[in-house]
């Protein structure tokens, strides 16, 4: 079946530093590609998405490109602020499916 | 912005007994997903209804859970008999009426659901 696999957390990063989470994933068919968000005590939030090859979805100054040829998804941040720590989840829907399948989330803690 | 709302936050319930989570998709959407999340683990995908009917169900979907929509803005997961493993955050979401590939999930809050 369908699976999302996630880099492991918590990552921990100073305030304005580059962020990479990778994800990758495996799916029949041609998925359509989304990055959730959780911030602490709230439910999930789209971030952004990407449902063709080579399309790349960007919200928030967060972007992530639908690489199909190595099966990928990672999310990017330039500079990232304190208020960005929260849970991030790498999902996908496959063809014909309705359910989002879910990577494990990631922990991103941002100090000052 | 729209929201979809679920009731309640936290629910505590004796083991074997019913227990209803409750619902309010956003107004114009047509999808309606239930989600949960045991502590600790991935969130998992239970059901899709559409139309008035169940579209899609996991594994995890079995006789113990059921859903309704019983009126035009509550939809509604049951669990008939609860055991220990039911714990779990429990996520509604909705979507709009195009190609659900192309349409992004909403997400509730969540109920915290803890079975003693």
């Known amino acids: 079946g369908d699976s999302v696999t996630q880099m492991e957390g918590p990552v921990t990063l100073s305030e304005e530093a580059f962020l990479t989470i990778n994800c990758t994933y495996t799916?029949?068919?041609?998925?359509?590609l989304f990055w959730y968000v959780q911030y602490p005590g709230e439910g999930l939030q789209l971030l952004l998405k990407a449902t063709k090859a080579d399309d790349k979805g960007s919200n928030k100054g967060f972007e992530a490109t639908y690489r199909k040829e190595t099966t990928s998804f990672h999310l990017e941040k330039g500079s990232v602020q304190v208020s960005d720590s929260a849970v991030y989840f790498c999902?996908?829907?496959?063809?014909?499916?309705?359910?989002?399948?879910f990577g494990k989330g990631t922990h991103l803690i941002i100090q000052p | 912005e729209p929201e979809v709302t679920q009731t309640p936050s936290h629910q505590v319930t004796q083991m074997g007994q019913e227990v209803i989570l409750r619902c309010v998709p956003i107004s114009n959407h047509l999808y309606f997903y239930w989600y949960r999340q045991i502590l600790g683990q991935k969130v998992e995908f239970l059901v899709s209804f559409y139309n008035n009917e169940i579209s899609e169900k996991s594994e995890i979907f079995d006789d113990q859970f059921s859903v309704e929509r019983p009126d035009g803005s509550n939809f509604t997961l049951k669990i008939r008999s609860t055991k220990l493993e039911d714990s779990a955050m429990y996520f509604c979401?909705?979507?709009?009426?195009?190609?659900?590939?192309?349409?992004?999930?909403?997400f509730g809050d969540g109920t915290r659901l803890s079975i003693l």
């Open positions: 799916a029949t068919g041609y998925p359509s």
């Open positions: 999902a996908l829907v496959g063809g014909g499916a309705d359910g989002l399948t």
């Open positions: 979401a909705s979507s709009g009426e195009a190609s659900i590939r192309n349409q992004p999930q909403h």
